[in-house]
């Protein structure tokens, strides 16, 4: 059958099983947990090695962006972290600066995030054991054809070995450091999840679906000869219906619709998978009931709904692992956001203007 444009797909396979709200606010927390995340933890989502970028202008080589107690973040890695989010890997042109602008203050927090992380790892005695990079190394390394291939890769992004290996020990450490202050701190009890399933009910609700089954009589939108043929067409195929003919056979040797190699059989639909005409029809329908010819800008529709699955709950038993999970990852994200707040609240954190001198050194001040 075909869909409204930017309408899911009916014949998906993915479940429409769990309650939209409450999905989709963790959907969202996610999202905003991985921008954090890939910032102030994962190195690596910064500095992809496995794509090749611009080389970095050498004339912003000295220029500072931040600085954190002291250390500074460099306009030319903020340049690389933007750059590795644009489309082509460019920094200018084809995105809107109000973008570009939004992106470069995302890099420069997540980079001083990661410098204070750094720094709190290397005060707790961290270290990056030299066999643990060797290993991480040889991962980069495997994303290569070949060796040559890797080392012209590194050297396009203005990189040698040795920073390569410096990179890749500043990653282990903010790994080891959000290991032990944030995943290894975060726990969620069956009992909490209970309590929080408990407590929002409508979150859980699995929407009223239909089996249907579905015939699609495709016409030309711009020849009125082919719109009423169609609708003759599909008019004779319900009286044919009606009268006995078997609808998964017909939608076999009838339908325009991929649909037509299951016998028409578009398995379990809820609403808003369907065009709004479809989808008023099917929900009205009873089951056993062939529709009337349903026209839409695609043709004529005739629909049977098989059967009718009620609004149901789902079971705690059936969401408890995945909500375990998803409360964790939301309790990670308030864990790691407060104690980078509080890694910044004792630091000296200075943000320098892009464009400013950047020689006078660090001083407290506020996030840019």
């Not at 995302?106 to 060797?134: F, H, N, S, T, Y």
């Not at 495709?218 to 609808?247: M, N, Q, Y």
Request: without cysteine; charged residues 35%; hydrophobic residues 40%.
């Amino acid at each position: 059958m075909e869909r409204e444009i930017g309408a899911p797909d009916p014949r998906s396979s993915v479940s429409p099983a769990t309650g939209a709200g409450y999905w989709r606010t963790i959907s969202e927390l996610k999202r905003t947990m991985k921008l954090m995340w890939a910032g102030a933890v994962l190195v690596s989502a910064l500095f992809p090695l496995g794509a090749l970028a611009a080389s970095p202008e050498r004339g912003k080589e000295s220029k500072v962006a931040a600085y954190v107690n002291g250390v500074p973040i460099m306009v030319r890695d903020v340049e690389e972290a933007v750059s590795a989010k644009l489309p082509g890997g460019s920094m200018h042109g084809g995105v809107a600066s109000e973008k570009r602008q939004k992106y470069w203050l995302e890099a420069v927090r997540a980079l001083v995030a990661q410098e204070l992380i750094v720094q709190a790892a290397r005060a707790a005695g961290m270290k990056a054991e030299p066999a643990d990079v060797a290993a991480r190394l040889k991962q980069v390394r495997s994303r290569y054809p070949s060796p040559e291939v890797y080392k012209q890769a590194i050297q396009a992004r203005g990189l040698t070995p040795a920073l390569v290996q410096k990179r890749l020990e500043r990653e282990i450490l903010v790994e080891k450091a959000a290991r032990r202050e944030v995943d290894e701190k975060v726990r969620v009890s069956e009992e909490e999840a209970r309590r929080y399933y408990d407590r929002n009910p409508e979150r859980f609700n699995e929407p009223e679906k239909v089996r249907l089954r579905h015939i699609l009589v495709r016409r030309d939108p711009s020849e009125k000869d082919s719109r009423d043929a169609a609708r003759r067409k599909a008019i004779d195929l319900v009286a044919r219906i009606r009268k006995g003919a078997d609808f998964a056979a017909l939608a076999r040797s009838e339908s325009a619709d991929p649909s037509r190699e299951q016998g028409g059989d578009l398995g379990l639909v809820h609403k808003g998978r369907l065009m709004p005409a479809v989808e008023e029809e099917a929900f009205r329908l009873k089951p056993g009931v062939v529709s009337d010819p349903v026209e839409t800008i695609y043709g004529f529709h005739i629909l049977k709904v098989e059967a009718r699955v009620p609004e149901t709950r789902r079971s705690f038993d059936s969401i408890k692992g995945k909500l375990i999970r998803d409360l964790e990852d939301l309790a990670r994200q308030d864990r790691l956001k407060a104690w980078i707040e509080a890694l910044s609240t004792r630091a000296a954190i200075r943000y320098v203007d892009q464009g400013a001198d950047s020689s006078s050194g660090p001083r407290r001040s506020g996030s840019p």
